[in-house]
């Protein structure tokens, strides 16, 4: 089957050497984490997900551009494939943490009604939407991968940010600032989030 979407990027997630202590309890939950292209959400995905498993917590990283390389190869950036691929992302997230991990999405999921569809779909099981704030201009410095330059040429139609919209989420659980301090430090703060929302917890 043809990919529609090319301009994405596997991300890698291999955990290397890392040995896992079983110093926390923890319950089955979907970390969502939403924000503009290069915005940080894969580097921040990585870090938590080596912290978590660092210390004994099971988590599976759902990668936007990782997802669109497979399960969602057949779907491109209209308005409906983007709802479908936060759809798809959702359902298998909540396979995941009904079977124990800590799901961790990244995905730029830009529109407010799409993310509220994931949440939907998570319910009942803990849900935390994380907000990677990172201006537009800081993104587009980074651009990893050249796409907001080809985005600015015309080259990529509906490319978020540039030529397609992003609503900023109205009330995430939490707000990260990417440009401010580095990954470890945001994976950081979404540890104490759900430390503070009773999903994680360390043992006696």
Same mark, same amino acid.
């Given at each position: 089957?043809?990919?529609?979407?090319?301009?994405?990027?596997?991300?890698?997630?291999?955990?290397?050497?890392?040995?896992?202590?079983?110093?926390?309890?923890?319950?089955?939950?979907?970390?969502?984490?939403?924000?503009?292209?290069?915005?940080?959400?894969?580097?921040?995905?990585?870090?938590?997900?080596?912290?978590?498993?660092?210390?004994?917590?099971?988590?599976?990283?759902?990668?936007?551009?990782?997802?669109?390389?497979?399960?969602?190869?057949?779907?491109?950036?209209?308005?409906?494939?983007?709802?479908?691929?936060?759809?798809?992302? $959702?359902?298998?997230?909540? /396979? *995941?943490?009904?079977? #124990?991990?800590?799901?961790? @999405? !990244?995905?730029?999921?830009?529109?407010?009604?799409?993310?509220?569809?994931?949440?939907?779909?998570?319910?009942?099981?803990?849900?935390?939407?994380?907000?990677?704030?990172?201006?537009?201009?800081?993104?587009?410095?980074?651009?990893?991968?050249?796409?907001?330059?080809?985005?600015?040429?015309?080259?990529?139609?509906?490319?978020?940010?540039?030529?397609?919209?992003?609503?900023?989420?109205? $009330?995430?659980?939490?707000? /990260? *600032?990417?440009?401010? #301090?580095?990954?470890?430090? @945001? !994976?950081?703060?979404?540890?104490?989030?759900?430390?503070?929302?009773?999903?994680?917890?360390?043992?006696?």
């Amino acid at each position: 089957m043809d990919q529609k979407s090319p301009n994405v990027q596997w991300q890698s997630y291999e955990l290397g050497g890392l040995q896992q202590s079983g110093q926390v309890s923890y319950s089955g939950s979907i970390v969502w984490l939403t924000g503009l292209p290069a915005s940080g959400k894969s580097s921040i995905a990585a870090s938590l997900h080596r912290q978590l498993q660092a210390n004994g917590v099971r988590t599976a990283v759902l990668d936007g551009d990782n997802l669109r390389h497979g399960l969602n190869r057949d779907l491109g950036f209209s308005a409906e494939d983007r709802r479908e691929n936060v759809r798809r992302t $959702a359902e298998v997230a909540g /396979l *995941f943490a009904s079977n #124990g991990s800590i799901a961790i @999405a !990244a995905l730029v999921s830009p529109l407010e009604a799409d993310r509220a569809l994931a949440r939907a779909i998570a319910a009942p099981l803990p849900y935390v939407e994380v907000y990677v704030n990172c201006p537009l201009a800081i993104c587009e410095q980074r651009d990893p991968k050249g796409l907001y330059s080809k985005a600015r040429r015309g080259e990529i139609p509906l490319f978020t940010g540039i030529s397609a919209l992003y609503e900023a989420p109205l $009330a995430p659980d939490l707000e /990260l *600032f990417s440009g401010k #301090g580095n990954a470890d430090t @945001a !994976a950081e703060a979404v540890i104490r989030c759900l430390q503070q929302r009773g999903i994680l917890t360390e043992r006696d």
